[in-house]
């Protein structure tokens, strides 16, 4: 079982910057796959990021590629979202979620997620 909560939403200006931090319990941490995801009101939940449990392989969704940067401490229990030159289209909640396994895009393949954090970028 994990319990993961976010940290870091607010608002901030369209070309800024905001990072995000996913703490989450539990000793086995480094054996989860661990994503963001975002959903905005009235849209489905997106996958943004994620990060392989072993090699630490990355992915991005199309729309963030080169503005948005995922790493994780595994000594922390913590996976982070840098989210640089944002956009509006950026707002969201923005979710981390947990799996065992590979790399998904798909939200419903996800076992744990958080609470979720408000990023609101103003133009």
């Known amino acids: 079982q994990v319990q993961l909560v976010e940290f870091g939403g607010g608002l901030v200006q369209a070309g800024g910057s905001r990072s995000l931090s996913c703490a989450a319990s539990?000793?086995?941490?480094?054996?989860?796959?661990m994503a963001w995801f975002r959903q905005a009101p009235g849209k489905e939940r997106e996958f943004v990021a994620a990060i392989s449990w072993n090699t630490g392989t990355t992915y991005y969704a199309d729309s963030v590629k080169g503005r948005f940067t995922i790493s994780r401490d595994n000594a922390k229990n913590t996976v982070y979202l840098q989210m640089n030159s944002l956009k509006p289209e950026d707002t969201a909640i923005y979710y981390c979620g947990a799996r065992n396994g590979y790399i998904r895009d798909d939200p419903y393949q996800y076992d744990y997620w958080g609470q979720g954090t408000q990023v609101t970028v103003s133009s």
């Open positions: 539990g000793s086995t941490f480094a054996t989860y796959t």
